[in-house]
């Protein structure tokens, strides 16, 4: 899969999002009106099939996971480990911001730039890497890799 010009979903910063919470005479209604921690991993998956105008087979395909292990991730009804997680994103051309909410929304770590596997496949990311030249990059540095 060829990389794709994204368009963007437009969401608050969570700078702005902290300053509306803190001059916030009650918490309910921010929380009530951001739908915090309301998002779970299928929906966050569907948003960003729908933003990127992919289908999930051909996701699923190009992240290397089982077919209908894939469909399970993608409807709730499977967890997915941080590695399946990352092989979505890389298969989607997530951003790092995109990647880091896909992992969140996961129950899953975010990148971490200090640990030194984490610090690579954020380059990659960052850079465009497909999932296959950041399994190359992390070989070369003697890091696990994703698949």
Known sequence: ????????????????????????????????????????????????????????????????????????IFTGARRASRDNLLKLAFAMGCSLRETNRLLQAGGANELYCKNRRDAIVIFAISHGYTLQKTEEELYRFGEATIS
């Open 1 to 72: 899969m060829g990389r794709r010009r994204k368009k963007r979903v437009e969401e608050p910063l969570t700078e702005d999002m902290l300053v509306e919470l803190l001059d916030a005479p009650d918490p309910r209604a921010f929380i009530k009106r951001h739908e915090v921690g309301e998002r779970s991993l299928a929906e966050y998956l569907d948003a960003l099939l729908l933003e990127k105008g992919l289908k999930r087979s051909a996701v699923v395909r190009e992240a290397g996971i089982n077919e209908t292990f894939g469909y399970q």
